[in-house]
């Protein structure tokens, strides 16, 4: 047994995590290095993946509606996980500035290197947007 003590941030990180993984995810968490040695340009909370052949029916359980997977797609996450969701947003960075996504789309490897700038640029707007906690959009 440990005596290690979580913070609330770290408690939602988790709990994200585990309902992603019960949802058919694969999830890390992701630094986007910047070009000067020991810095970053930003820090994605969780970065999910599920592949299109994705099956545990031994669970008994489906996914959640919510996450209803795409029949031959490949899903991928972009969260951000915060405590107070009057603080939901993603970060300045991510919002901000199209290389950071880009380097979160070419670490993912679900595209092709001619394909991540125009996705970048389709997923920027979305970032900034402000979504609703109360009602997520897909």
Not at 2 to 29: C, I, M, P, Q
Not at 56 to 85: T, W, Y
């Amino acid at each position: 047994m440990s005596d290690r003590s979580w913070r609330k941030g770290e408690v939602h990180e988790a709990l994200v995590g585990l309902y992603l993984r019960l949802n058919g995810y694969f999830t890390t968490g992701l630094i986007v290095h910047a070009p000067d040695w020991g810095k970053n340009r930003a820090q994605i909370d969780c970065l999910a993946i599920r592949h299109p052949n994705h099956a545990q029916p031994d669970r008994l359980v489906g996914p959640s509606p919510f996450l209803a997977p795409h029949d031959g797609r490949i899903d991928l996450l972009i969260c951000e996980v915060k405590s107070a969701p009057e603080e939901v947003a993603f970060n300045d960075q991510l919002r901000t500035d199209p290389g950071v996504i880009e380097g979160v789309l070419k670490w993912a490897g679900v595209l092709k290197d001619h394909e991540i700038p125009r996705v970048a640029r389709q997923l920027q707007p979305i970032l900034s947007e402000g979504l609703s906690p109360r009602f997520p959009t897909r």
